[in-house]
């Protein structure tokens, strides 16, 4: 299945630029995609996915032709 991969300029993903279509078998979640993207910090649990513009759990599995967008809040002081 073809998704397309969006984050913020902060958020580092070596090799994949934010707005690529990536290939993924089918039935992978959002953690999957984390996974394969190389997203396993420490920082990780603080990772929103944001599924086709609704707030999703990382559990969700997705669908051909969704969104993915990878939303990691910052905070500050």
Do not use: C, H, W
Request: aromatic residues 10%.
């Amino acid at each position: 299945m073809k998704i397309t991969v969006e984050y913020i300029g902060f958020l580092k993903v070596e090799g994949v630029k934010s707005g690529s279509i990536l290939e993924f078998p089918d039935g992978t979640s959002a953690a999957g995609i984390l996974d394969s993207l190389g997203l396993t910090g420490p920082y990780r649990k603080y990772i929103i996915p944001i599924v086709n513009n609704e707030r999703s759990p990382q559990e969700r599995v997705l669908k051909d032709g969704d969104r993915l967008f990878i939303y990691l809040p910052v905070g500050g002081g």
